[in-house]
C-alpha cells in the first residue's frame, strides 16, 4: 500500500538528469574536506556547491530538506547532507554524504582525543587549550547573533527567545520539554493563519536563488520517494537495530551502570530529543554530561569544542571527545586508552547512525509536504527557542571560562552558577575579548580567530604569564 501522494507525478531519475555517481562521491568528498566552521558555515558551503556552482537541486527544495533536518533532533547539516545524497542518488548516494560528512572529524577528534590525555597537562599543551576556549565564546557569541538575526523578526519570536532563556537558565527547565512547547506554539499559530514566528533556519541562504526547474534534478518528485508501507517497516528496523544493537550489547554483558552502557543510552537518548540543531545539542550535553555524569570539567568540556570548531566535520563531534573521556576515566577493566577509544567510537555510533534513519524513513514523505504552513511556524519558533537556548551555552561557557570558580545559587525554584567574582581570570577576559574583537569588528573567520587565539595562547605561556 503506497502512500498518500499530493504531489506532481515522478519524473525522471536523477540519474537521467545527468549526476554521475562518481562525480557526486567527488563532490561529497570535497564537500566533507571542507567543513569548517560549524553548521552554519557548512550549510552555507553546501548551497554554494550544490545549488548555486553544481546547479544539482534548486532553491526551494534545498530550503525544504533544510527545514525538515531543522525539525529533527542531530546535527542539521549532515543530516542536510544525507537528504540532499538521498535525493541525488536514493540510499547509497545518502550514505556516501552522511558517512564522509563525519569520516574527517571522527578520525581528527580521535587523534586529539589522544593528545589530549597523554599530553594536556604539558605546559605547551594546556596554553594551547586555553587559547582555544577562548575563542569558542567568541564563537558562540556569534551563533547566537547569526540565529537571532534571522529568528527574532517579531516580538512574540523575541519574547519566546526569552522565555526559553529564562526556563533554561534560572529554572533548569529540560531542553527537549522547551523545544517541544516552542513547536506546539509555533504550529498553533500558524494554523490559525499568524505570521509571526516567520523566519529561516540559521543556514538558510542569503545568496544566488535558483529555481528548481532550472537545476539537474529538475522540480519532478523522484521515483524513490514515493514510499510503500513495506518499504517503510523495511527502512525502520534495518536502521533500530544498526543503531540500538550496541546499546542492548552493552546492557547485557555489562549492566546498566557500567560507563559503555551509560554512553549508549545517554547519547541514544540524545539523538531523539535534541531538536533545534549543533549549539542546542551541546547545551543539553553540557548540563548533562558535565553536571549529572561527572565524565569532564566544564573546561575540558570547551577545549572539546574548540577541538570540533578546529577540525572539518559535525560540530558535535565534540560528543565523542565527552564519550572518550568518560570511558577512559572509568575503563573498567580494559586499559585506559582503549577504553576511551570504545568510549569515542561508541558516542559516535549511537549519535549519528539515528541521523540515517530520520532521513531514510522521513524523507519520502516529507518531500510531499513542500510549502506546508504548519510545519513552517513549528520550525520557525523552535528556531527562535533555540536562540534563548545559545545564548544559555554562551553564558555557560562564559563563567567556566572567565572565571576560576562559579557557585550554585537557589532560591525557590531556581536554580543556577553564578560567578565568584573574585575568581576572575585577567588573561582569559583579555583574550577572550581579542577573540571577540576578531570575530565581530574585524569580521575574521572562525578558523583564523582559533589560530590567532591559540598562539596567544601559547604566547603567553612562553613569556611566563601562564602556567
Same mark, same amino acid.
Given at each position: 500500500m503506497e502512500a498518500t501522494a499530493t504531489a506532481p507525478i515522478a519524473g525522471p531519475s536523477p540519474r537521467d538528469h545527468g549526476i554521475p555517481f562518481g562525480e557526486a562521491l567527488r563532490v561529497w568528498a570535497k564537500v566533507a574536506a571542507l567543513s569548517f566552521g560549524g553548521p552554519a558555515g557548512q550549510i552555507a558551503m553546501m548551497h554554494r556547491v550544490l545549488v548555486e556552482e553544481r546547479r544539482w537541486i534548486g532553491e526551494e527544495r534545498f530550503l525544504h530538506a533544510l527545514n525538515y533536518c531543522m525539525l529533527l533532533p542531530g546535527p542539521e547539516a549532515q543530516q542536510l547532507a544525507i537528504y540532499i545524497g538521498w535525493l541525488?542518488?536514493?540510499?547509497?548516494g545518502g550514505l556516501v554524504a552522511g558517512a564522509l560528512f563525519v569520516l574527517p572529524g571522527l578520525v581528527a577528534i580521535m587523534a586529539l582525543s589522544w593528545v589530549y590525555v597523554l599530553y594536556g597537562r604539558v605546559g605547551i599543551v594546556s596554553a594551547l587549550f586555553f587559547g582555544l576556549k577562548c575563542a569558542v565564546l567568541a564563537v558562540v557569541l556569534q551563533a547566537v547573533v547569526r540565529i537571532g538575526g534571522r529568528a527574532l523578526r517579531s516580538y512574540p519570536a523575541k519574547a519566546l527567545a526569552a522565555a526559553a532563556f529564562v526556563l533554561i537558565f534560572f !529554572? *533548569?527547565?529540560?531542553?527537549?520539554?522547551?523545544?517541544? #512547547?516552542?513547536?506546539?506554539?509555533?504550529?498553533?499559530? !500558524? *494554523?490559525?493563519?499568524?505570521?509571526?514566528?516567520?523566519? #529561516?533556519?540559521?543556514?538558510?541562504?542569503?545568496g544566488v536563488t535558483v529555481a528548481d526547474a532550472d537545476t539537474l534534478l529538475g522540480e519532478e518528485l523522484p521515483p524513490h520517494a514515493r514510499p510503500t508501507w513495506a518499504n517503510t517497516i523495511r527502512t525502520a528496523a534495518i536502521w533500530l537495530t544498526l543503531w540500538l544493537l550496541p546499546v542492548a550489547v552493552s546492557l547485557l554483558a555489562r549492566g546498566p551502570d557500567d560507563v559503555f552502557s551509560r554512553v549508549a543510552t545517554f547519547f541514544s537518548t540524545m539523538a531523539t530529543v535534541t531538536v533545534g540543531g549543533a549549539y542546542a545539542v551541546l547545551a543539553y550535553v553540557a548540563q548533562q554530561a558535565v553536571e549529572h555524569y561527572g565524565w569532564l570539567g566544564p573546561r575540558e568540556m570547551l577545549d572539546g569544542l574548540g577541538m570540533a570548531e578546529t577540525t572539518p566535520g559535525p560540530l558535535i563531534m565534540v560528543l565523542q571527545f565527552v564519550g572518550f573521556l568518560g570511558a577512559f576515566r572509568d575503563p573498567g577493566g580494559l586499559s585506559p586508552l582503549v577504553a576511551g577509544t570504545l568510549g569515542g567510537l561508541l558516542a559516535t555510533w549511537v549519535t549519528f547512525v539515528p541521523c540515517f534513519l530520520w532521513i531514510f524513513l522521513g524523507a519520502p514523505f516529507i518531500e510531499r509536504l513542500r510549502g506546508n504552513v504548519a510545519v513552517a511556524g513549528a520550525l520557525s519558533a523552535i528556531t527562535a527557542a533555540v536562540v534563548g537556548v545559545v545564548l544559555n551555552l554562551a553564558i555557560w561557557f562564559a563563567l567556566h571560562t572567565l572565571f576560576r570558580q562559579t557557585r550554585l545559587v537557589a532560591a525557590g525554584p531556581l536554580r543556577f552558577d553564578a560567578p565568584i567574582l573574585s575568581s576572575i581570570d585577567p588573561a582569559a577576559v583579555a583574550l577572550s575579548l581579542g577573540a571577540g574583537y576578531l570575530i565581530f569588528r574585524a569580521r575574521a573567520g572562525v578558523i583564523t580567530t582559533l589560530l590567532a587565539s591559540s598562539l596567544i595562547g601559547l604566547g603567553l605561556y612562553g613569556v611566563g604569564l601562564m602556567r
Open positions: 541525488l542518488h536514493k540510499t547509497k !529554572a *533548569r527547565v529540560p531542553f527537549p520539554l522547551i523545544v517541544l #512547547g516552542a513547536g506546539l506554539i509555533g504550529w498553533w499559530s !500558524a *494554523r490559525r493563519g499568524s505570521t509571526v514566528f516567520g523566519g #529561516g533556519g540559521h543556514g538558510a541562504s542569503k
